[in-house]
């Protein structure tokens, strides 16, 4: 059974860089699109980007300028880095296993979520 | 538009039937997925490429489209079932993955 586990600062200054380690076990990390998603206190989901193994990416448009996220296949991890973070980027940070196909993308396994808090 | 549109809250009976919708245009191309989310926890993919069940999902959830609308129906809801439900989609182009506002369930 594939777990995902979220790792990393639980408090990051502003105008610094966010930086998340997503670790999958039970399973590998290849032939997937691996999504970072983000939810504020109180507010709805928001998708931040996926990698897919090879190390292609996709980001949100309205983060893409802040965002990098790569893929180590040696160590079944993914990484999300989130520079010049402002109190706005206080969040649980999720990564989710995804499946992308010609008429979809969904998300069939998430981590618990890690909480990222940037002071105002 | 690249936006998902869900109404913000809904109520149901025990044991009654009830649809969640999500509308945008993407959703005319593009399947939408359907996430359970319960307080304190992450959310849970309940549905897919329409009127797709992961393994331990219940029968009584279902999925259906129509144009640019997607619905998720619970047919005879339970107490556990009060939660948000979150759709999502590719987006238009096709590169990006949108989520809608959520819809918070309440079962009465």
């Known amino acids: 059974q594939v777990q995902l586990q979220e790792s990393g600062p639980g408090l990051v200054k502003p105008s610094e860089t966010l930086s998340l380690t997503c670790t999958v076990s039970?399973?590998?990390?290849?032939?997937?699109?691996w999504s970072w998603i983000r939810q504020p206190p109180g507010k709805a989901l928001q998708w931040i980007g996926y990698?897919?193994?090879?190390?292609?990416?996709s980001y949100n448009p309205s983060l893409k300028s802040r965002v990098t996220i790569s893929v180590d296949t040696s160590k079944n991890q993914l990484s999300l880095k989130l520079n010049s973070v402002t109190a706005a980027d206080t969040a649980v940070y999720y990564c989710?296993?995804?499946?992308?196909?010609?008429?979809?993308?969904?998300?069939?396994?998430w981590g618990k979520g890690a909480t990222v808090t940037v002071p105002s | 538009s690249s936006e998902l549109t869900q109404d913000p809250a809904v109520s149901v009976g025990l044991g009654q039937t009830v649809r969640i919708t999500c509308q945008g245009d993407?959703?005319?191309?593009?399947?939408a997925g359907w996430y359970q989310q319960k307080p304190g926890q992450a959310p849970l993919l309940v549905m897919y490429?329409?009127?797709n069940r992961p393994s331990g999902i219940p029968d009584r959830f279902s999925g259906s489209r129509s144009g640019d609308t997607a619905s998720l129906t619970i047919t005879g809801a339970q107490a556990e079932d009060e939660a948000d439900y979150y759709c999502?989609?590719?987006?238009?182009?096709?590169?990006?993955?949108?989520f809608g506002g959520g819809t918070k369930l309440t079962v009465l």
């Open positions: 039970g399973g590998s990390i290849s032939k997937y699109y």
């Open positions: 990698v897919y193994y090879s190390g292609s990416t």
């Open positions: 993407s959703i005319r191309n593009y399947y």
């Open positions: 989710a296993r995804g499946t992308l196909g010609v008429y979809h993308y969904y998300m069939d396994v």
């Open positions: 490429a329409i009127n």
């Open positions: 999502n989609s590719r987006d238009r182009s096709g590169d990006h993955v949108l």
